[in-house]
């Protein structure tokens, strides 16, 4: 069994601004992703940090949907 390890300060810092700019830069980050290397922790970093943001605000669409639907 693999044994997991907490992410590197690097990780979470790049996971932050990739969330941050897909918050209010989203068309910067997706330049930023388009010509960095994928491979790259940064990168990859930054796309979770993107998807987080892209899952928290369907969540809130959800729940704004529903609460919409009982009144």
């Known amino acids: 069994m693999e044994e997991e390890k907490d992410p590197s300060p ?3 810092k790049s996971f932050n601004q990739g969330y941050t700019l897909s918050q209010y830069e989203p068309e910067l980050l997706k330049q930023l992703l388009k010509s960095t290397d994928k491979g790259n922790e940064i990168a990859k970093a ?3 940090g993107k ?3 892209e899952l928290q605000k ?3 669409q959800v729940k ?3 609460k919409d639907r009982e009144r």
Do not use: H, R, V
């Open 64 to 66: 704004q949907q529903s």
């Open 10 to 12: 690097t990780y979470i």
């Open 46 to 48: 930054m796309e979770a």
């Open 51 to 53: 998807q987080q943001f």
């Open 58 to 60: 369907l969540k809130a």
